[in-house]
């Protein structure tokens, strides 16, 4: 069997939104085996990053800087083409009381091991000044979804833009690709720890299309 080796290299954007490496600066590199990593427990691995030789460290906590890589079994049976659009509305005023939000959404799903893992979405796509948004239509493999488990736990998060990076943290929805097919209307979105009686909003799946989504083997 042969050995394959997988290399990471970590960058720092300098030049933002740009596909060239040389405009970045590297910050460390390390390899792992697929192999080693599949039979991991959790199937997870960890490796320091490594710059010209030398093991890289937090220059303040002084500690050293790994990456964690987890795989999982790729399921592609059954996967197809998702087409999605969302909207909200009654959204929480998070600039302030005479402002609204800025609010943009992620999609992240459950793992096998439990955790989350965000597989759409960019801080980037907010819609300025508004508390009902209706966000533009995406299309997204149920693969990567749900890896083709319909009943797997999926989490809208919903978030207000700020300019500063600091986002606020509207609420959540916790669906699945089932429960998405029927384009439900009026998810209540909720925020674990919040106990003020003023709503946080709905959300509601407006659009919904599926087509088959043929892998390579299916033409061979």
Known sequence: EEEQVLRFDVYDEDKKGSHKLADHDILGTCTMVVG?????????????????????????????????????????????????QFSAAGLPKMDGLFGKSDPYFLIQRSREDGKLITVYGDRENFIKKTLNPTWPPFQLESQRLCNNDANRPVVILVYDWDSDGSDDFIGKVETTLNELRNQPKQLKISRDGYKKKKSLGTLSVIKFAARPKASFLDFM
Not at 48 to 59: P, Q, Y
Not at 67 to 75: A, I
Request: a positive charge.
């Open 36 to 84: 080693e990593i599949v039979h991991a427990q959790g199937m997870t691995q960890a490796k320091k990053l490594m710059h010209k030789g030398m093991t890289l460290r937090n220059k303040d906590t002084k500690k050293f800087s790994s990456l964690v890589v987890t795989v999982e079994q790729v399921n592609t049976s059954d996967n197809e083409l998702l087409t999605l």
